[in-house]
């Protein structure tokens, strides 16, 4: 059984998304995927700027997987975790926590609002 | 092992040079020069340190001559003794490519007359030997579907279809030609889904891109359909050659609907793969796209004498040269020494030899699409030994211990667990028994001591590599150390 | 049966009858019938091991050009190579492994290459690189094609003294609507225009500029001045070297390169008329992720013994797909191997020894050519390296025929250069006695042309 938090919400493209406040939201890799990826080597990360709901953000690889994660809407970076380029693993280790990848910012709501919850996300994995 | 580098020792010689018997021209300008001390890092050993040393290096490979090599779709047959000999006879090895044609009259028959074998073998009415392997062939057949549409004014058409049980070749060309991919789904029987080909299809299709034999060894029986859907919506076929050794004196692209294909001659046609190379992916294509070859392409003139031409409206080149000619002399061998019935043998016995290892694994192994016969190779799934904990990663290192070298894994991406298993033609009965054996005990071994094969392998040169710690602690180049220091206290270059 | 194929009729039956088939046609179910071909393909006979040598044998006395003394180069070159390197590459071994998928099995040939990767980043002074591509000029289109995904720009400078041949492959692999190709021309000196470079880099558009090393005059650039240049407007410096120059030339990643690709043919690689050749691409480290094509990365196995695998795969086509860098799979491994035979004999020295040969007999060649009466220089004093561009008096198409008649491939006809332009190449095979030889039927052949 994996591990879904409640009350963050979820992609079809396997990240979560934590609503911080203020128009800001953390976004990351959740723990089944980080789990089929196997160990996650390097992260290459966004520039600081506006992304359309399902551009490509950046890139997780592994050694025999890449993966890109996309944006889940309209939104414009603010910022992004510095601590992964040397320690990718810690989307590993600590998959919604010190493994967070990026800090996203929009004034629109609906976008947040219309992701999936943690049970909808743990039926789309089927488990 | 040391590495070559660690061999050197200041004064020591390989070769002996003759010494230089004209008169001395002034230095280069300082700027220019890498100067008096300006080392270039080779080692300096002599020839017999050399000689030892890949020797060695030599006995950690497996290879075809040593034991069997069932990696699929990379047919591994014997290569033939003789091809290497011919390909090295002064004449033919020795020869600059930019001489006239006439003094190359030789290279360019052949050349002439492997490009004809291979329009009959395929079915087509042009070909080019140009490209140097299979992706190289692959970027060469859509860039003539491409020059196709833009001749007919349509340069919108940038889609090409694939399945999903592609070759990783396939939607990486695709991306190398500007177009876009365009996935189409297998069916439960791992065919091509004729609807969702139809649903695909439409006025930005550039092409369908099918490897027949597809990627678990099946052939597409309703390819008559498929390749219609795709020309009445304007759109060209392109058969991916990688598996045609299923097919040689069976059936031809050319006449399934095709209009381009290329062959591996480093599968199909027994030359050498090099441990990865050098290949040929020479493409056969219909008289329409013929006219839009890369350059050059050989001529047979009506004096009886062959030049170099480049076609009316050639898309361009894409090697500086002609292509691996060495390569296709000894592809020209291999057809010129099995003609027509020992090409149509090589296919039914890759055909029998593949049936038989699927018949006698059936048992121990799951196969999702085992629906009758198998072409050239067919695909396993893991999925049963996997609930064991042993993955087929696991199966694949645990068949070296056995011997073997390990089938194609986790390919196509459609199987779980995937074992992609291809014979050819000349293993013999008795290998292919050993192998069975081989499979079958791996098989026992993962329900009663699965240890044995998640520790595998244990009887090869080194154990199983950390390839994370490859990637992590990247390690690509020796770094250069003075002689005395111990390895890792140098720096790089 | 051929002597391929040992499974006979007996064999064929036991199987048969395991698969559940009464006979071979059973197995073709999945083929339909009207595919199924009805004739045998139209191929002539089968030969004997024995009649085909023959026939190759025919085949190569056809090729009388080589039999010629070869003053031809233009980006395949007759260089010497040492017996024992062949002896490496005739080990089944190698040759008849594949891709080293399993490292386990495939530490001769992943070592090797590791080993080739090493000595091409020490040639061309880069950080690392890859395992090969096709050959030099697929390798510098690729080398394009990498700078425009680095930078995100989508325009090439070209030195208009790159080889032709190099120049059309380029064009090939960047035959798009939103990509651009620009020529540099270059001056009466022979090397490139850094004034109009200076004008064409303007608008910052320029992902890369790409100069040969030598060119393909065989002339030296001053690499410095467009590595600052082209650094300046935010773009990469892609040097095509000439590997045999390297030892004597300052090494492009010190003249500042951020790639450098390259055909390697001249080391230990016959001519085979044009091929397998060998592409080499090497990087600044900080690139290496972006690079096409696969790279030999060093590890350690379980128990901690050093042993080598495919590394950063997830570059490349099979893992990426339609994102990969490359459609790169199959490469020149066994030519990389070449290469790093024919190096590891040469050595230090050796390689310095041929390379400073290639560059005292071209020079000894070309005063000596200027004493014939009407042959003249094209681009004046420039440094040169074995190889250079002369004009006859003569039309160079026919001074090339006529020197066939005395034995020589004279060299390579630059009509573009004028109607006597002749590119002549010297490598250290060529002889005192050969090139005086040259220098006797040139002047016979000129004088009778004026006469």
Redesign the interface.
């Known amino acids: 059984m994996s591990n879904i938090p409640e009350g963050l919400r979820y992609t079809e493209t396997h990240e979560w998304i934590k609503d911080l406040g203020n128009g800001e939201y953390m976004m990351g890799l959740t723990f089944y995927a980080q789990e089929q990826m ?2 996650i ?2 992260v290459e990360f966004p520039g600081i700027q506006d992304f359309t709901s399902g551009d490509i953000l950046g890139t997780l ?6 993966e ?1 994660f996309y944006a889940p809407f309209n939104c414009k970076v603010a910022r992004v975790n510095d601590g992964l380029e040397d320690e990718p693993a810690l989307i590993n280790e600590s998959s919604y926590e010190k493994g967070w990848l990026i800090v996203v910012k929009t004034d629109d709501p609906s976008g947040f609002a219309g992701l999936k919850s943690a049970e909808e996300y743990s039926e789309f994995i089927g488990e | 092992m040391k590495t070559v580098f660690e061999l050197s020792s200041p004064g020591r010689m390989g070769v002996s040079l003759p010494e230089l018997d004209v008169p001395a021209a002034p230095d280069l300008p300082a700027g220019l020069s890498r100067g008096s001390e300006g080392k270039t890092g080779l080692p300096e050993a002599t020839e017999g340190q050399v000689l030892r040393h890949y020797v060695n290096l030599s006995t950690m490979n497996h290879h075809v001559d040593k034991g069997m090599y069932p990696l699929g779709s990379c047919t591994m047959k014997y290569n033939p003794k003789l091809h290497e000999n011919l390909a090295r006879i002064r004449g033919l090895s020795g020869i600059h490519p930019l001489v006239p044609p006439a003094l190359a009259a030789g290279s360019l028959e052949l050349m002439y007359r492997l490009g004809e074998f291979l329009c009959e073998i395929t079915g087509f009415e042009g070909v080019s030997l140009q490209p140097a392997a299979g992706a190289q062939g692959e970027f060469c057949g859509l860039m003539l579907i491409k020059s196709y549409h833009e001749s007919r004014g349509e340069p919108n058409r940038n889609e090409i279809l694939m399945p999903d049980s592609a070759h990783g070749t396939n939607p990486a060309t695709a991306t190398l030609a500007d177009c876009i991919v365009v996935g189409v789904e297998s069916n439960e029987f791992g065919l091509v889904d004729p609807d969702d080909l139809r649903r695909k299809v439409g006025p930005n299709t550039a092409a369908f891109m099918l490897t027949n034999p597809n990627t678990l060894g099946l052939f597409e029986s309703r390819i008559e359909e498929l390749t219609s859907i795709v020309h009445e919506a304007g759109g060209l076929n392109y058969m991916d050659g990688a598996n045609m050794n299923a097919l040689l004196g069976i059936a031809k692209p050319g006449e399934m609907g095709f209009d381009v294909c290329h062959l591996n001659l480093h599968k199909t046609f027994s030359t050498p793969h090099g441990g990865g190379g050098p290949g040929s992916g020479p493409v056969a294509c219909i008289e329409e796209l013929a006219a839009f070859l890369p350059d050059p392409a050989v001529i047979l003139e009506d004096d009886g004498g062959y030049k170099l031409c480049r076609k009316q409206n050639s898309f361009g080149r894409l090697l500086a040269f002609h292509a691996n000619t060495g390569v296709l002399y000894k592809a020209y061998a291999y057809i010129r020494t099995l003609g027509a019935a020992g090409l149509r043998e090589v296919s039914e016995i890759a055909l029998i030899n593949a049936n038989y290892l699927k018949a006698k694994l059936g048992d121990y192994f799951d196969n999702p699409f085992d629906n009758g016969p198998c072409m050239h190779e067919f695909v396993l799934s893991g999925d049963r030994q996997a609930e064991q904990g042993v993955k087929t990663l696991d199966i694949a290192k645990r068949l070296l211990d056995y011997g073997f070298h390990a089938p194609t894994v ?1 390919f196509p991406l459609i199987v779980h667990e995937a074992l992609m298993i291809e014979p050819t033609e000349t293993e013999s009965l008795e290998d292919l028994d050993s192998f069975i054996e081989a499979m079958i005990s791996i098989a026992e071994e993962a329900e009663e001591k699965p240890y044995l094969v998640t520790d595998a392998p244990v009887n090869t040169p080194v154990l199983r590599l950390d ?2 710690k ?3 602690d990247l390690c690509i180049v020796e770094p250069v150390r003075s002689v005395g220091q111990a390895p890792g206290e140098g720096e790089n270059l | 049966m051929s002597r391929f194929v040992p499974n006979g009729p007996a064999q064929r039956e036991k199987m048969l009858r395991a698969i559940g088939a009464a006979k071979f046609e059973d197995l073709l179910e999945p083929v339909p019938e009207k595919f199924r071909l009805k004739e045998k393909l139209q191929l002539p006979e089968p030969l004997s091991e024995f009649e085909l040598t023959c026939e190759f044998e025919e085949f190569a006395r056809k090729n009388t050009g080589a039999d010629l003394v070869c003053f031809m180069g233009a980006g395949a070159y007759d260089h010497f190579i040492p017996a024992a390197a062949d002896h490496i590459l005739l080990r089944s071994e190698f040759y008849t492994a594949y891709t080293p998928y399993q490292a386990e099995v495939s530490q001769g040939t992943l070592q090797a290459i590791f080993e080739y990767q090493t000595m091409i980043a020490r040639l061309t002074g880069m950080d690392m690189a890859n395992a090969s591509m096709y050959d030099g000029a697929s390798a510098a289109a690729e080398a394009c094609l990498m700078a425009m995904r680095i930078t995100r720009k989508q325009k090439i400078l070209v030195a208009g003294s790159l080889n032709p041949g190099w120049l059309e492959v380029i064009r090939t692999y960047l035959k798009r609507d939103d990509f651009e190709i620009s020529e540099i021309p270059y001056l009466d000196d022979g090397t490139l225009d850094l004034a109009i470079a200076s004008e064409l880099i303007k608008d910052g558009a320029a992902a890369a500029i790409l100069v040969q090393y030598p060119n393909y005059f065989g002339l030296i650039e001053d690499l410095q001045p467009v590595a600052d240049l082209i650094h300046e407007h935010k773009g990469l410096f892609i040097v095509a070297a000439d590997p045999v120059a390297l030892p004597l030339l300052r090494s492009p990643g010190d003249a500042g390169a951020d790639i450098v690709a390259g055909e390697g043919q001249s080391m230990g690689i016959p001519m085979s008329y044009g091929g397998p050749y060998i592409g080499f691409m090497a990087a600044r480290m900080k690139l290496a ?1 972006k690079m096409p094509g696969r790279i030999i990365g060093r590890t350690t196995d379980r128990a901690g013994q050093t042993g080598y695998v495919l590394t950063l ?2 570059r490349e086509q099979h ?2 797909r339609n ?1 990969a860098t490359s459609n790169i799979c199959s490469n020149q491994a066994l030519m990389a191997l070449a290469n790093v035979i024919y190096l590891s004999l040469m050595g230090e020295k050796g390689f310095r020894e041929i390379s400073s040969q290639c560059y005292h007999k071209s020079h000894y060649l070309e005063k000596k050519l200027l004493e014939i009466p009407g042959v003249s220089r094209i681009f004046g004093n420039t440094p040169f390296f074995r190889e250079f561009a002369i004009s006859f008096p003569v039309s160079s198409i026919e001074l090339r025929d006529r020197m066939i008649e005395h034995g020589f491939l004279a060299g390579i006809p630059v009509v573009e250069l004028g109607e006597g332009a002749m590119l002549v190449t010297v490598t250290e095979k060529r002889t005192r006695d050969e090139i005086d030889r040259y220098i006797g039927a040139a002047a016979q052949v000129c004088r009778g042309g004026s006469a």
């Open positions: 196997g160990e080597v390097m690889e592994a050694v025999k997987t890449a890109d | 986790y390839e994370v490859a990637v992590k | 992720r795969q997830t893992i990426r994102k």
